[in-house]
């Protein structure tokens, strides 16, 4: 009788919310537990970092890396789970482009650490900040380095599916793992190494079902500013920033389903090199105006343009955050890696941007 093909998930810097998704897949959770032997998921078993070390390379089928490369810590997992996992996913968000703990990078570290150490509300008369090792009576205890910049999986050990959304939508993950688990039976095909999985090839507006007119854009306002939403019109063409007409489809538009606007959560639609410039230009394409104090009085309608344009994807665009940030971590990065030959089932692609 063949052993079932081996499982990993790590969570990194993530908010653990794409562990919750997996969970919540409920009784089909108990046939991915049929399906695969679940060697490392430290969110919901205990396990250790040696017990990973000690595996033979290539001896987890697929690993499922869920957050961000914040620490040395999350690096060393990420290379130590790309030597040891056939199959490498950045799943979720966070892994594939960032999401919130990459709007960190509009910071540098030091004033990270000023908000959270010296601010006006943090009682630290001793100006006590952390450090990387502390030795005390023979013992030395570490604590995970911060790096100056947060990247994305990609940016630091080739990767070879994504899985994108805040978290993945649990009928979707559902699909990914029974399409994964079918093609190490040998019983389906995977898709070429750098797709995208559990996800469409479009945009939300095309699985949007409210109604699409012309757009024509005079004001940008926030849901609190409008006394009643029309429940059948696009939420766009009512003046609410709505990131649909850049985000890959897949979630089934359930935000604009609740009247609530797109934000974004699934990252870029199919052939979009920067997520933040596609909606721009969108944006730009609906402002009904001609005069560049006219079109600026309507973007001013725009709150918060870097949450509005890169909530999830600043550390994966062509910015990856302020000029400060990107200085101090460029200054000690390594190039980024090269895709090494791989296995069918193995083959180190980028994810697709």
């Not at 469409?200 to 004001?219: F, L, P, W, Y």
């Not at 604009?256 to 606007?261: E, I, L, N, S, Y």
Request: hydrophobic fraction near 40%; proline fraction near 8%; glycine fraction near 10%.
């Amino acid at each position: 009788m063949n052993a079932k093909p081996r499982l990993a998930m790590y969570w990194a810097a993530a908010c653990g919310g794409c562990d919750i998704a997996v969970l919540n897949l409920g009784e089909a959770l108990v046939e991915v537990g049929n399906r695969f032997d679940v060697v490392f998921w430290p969110a919901v078993m205990d396990a250790k970092y040696a017990d990973v070390e000690a595996m033979p390379d290539a001896s987890i089928d697929i690993t499922l890396f869920c957050g961000g490369i914040r620490n040395d810590e999350n690096e060393h997992l990420a290379h130590l789970l790309r030597a040891k996992s056939k199959i490498l996913v950045a799943f979720g968000s966070c892994a594939s482009e960032g999401c919130i703990p990459g709007l960190a990078n509009l910071s540098t570290l030091d004033q990270i650490l000023d908000a959270s150490y010296a601010s006006a509300t943090t009682e630290n008369p001793d100006g006590i900040r952390p450090m990387p090792a502390w030795r005390d009576d023979g013992v030395t205890l570490r604590i995970p380095t911060l790096a100056p910049l947060l990247r994305t999986l990609d940016q630091v050990v080739p990767v070879d599916y994504t899985v994108p959304g805040c978290p993945p939508e649990t009928k979707r993950i559902e699909d990914v793992v029974g399409l994964v688990g079918q093609a190490l039976d040998g019983t389906a095909v995977l898709p070429p190494p750098g797709s995208v999985l559990g996800a469409g090839h479009s945009t939300v507006c095309d699985e949007c079902q409210r109604e699409r007119n012309v757009k024509r854009i005079s004001a940008f306002r926030r849901i609190t500013e409008i006394a009643e939403i029309d429940p059948q019109l696009c939420l766009l063409e009512q003046g609410i920033p709505c990131n649909g007409p850049a985000t890959r489809d897949g979630c089934g538009a359930l935000c604009p389903a609740a009247a609530a606007p797109c934000i974004g959560c699934y990252g870029p639609a199919d052939g979009v090199l920067d997520y933040g410039a596609r909606l721009m230009s969108a944006f730009a394409s609906v402002v009904d105006a001609d005069e560049p104090e006219a079109i600026e009085r309507i973007l001013d309608g725009i709150a918060d343009p870097v949450g509005q344009f890169y909530r999830f994807s600043l550390a994966s665009s062509l910015l990856r955050g302020t000029r400060a940030a990107v200085d101090d971590a460029t200054r000690d990065l390594p190039p980024p890696p090269e895709a090494a030959p791989g296995t069918v089932l193995a083959s180190a692609g980028g994810t697709s941007r």
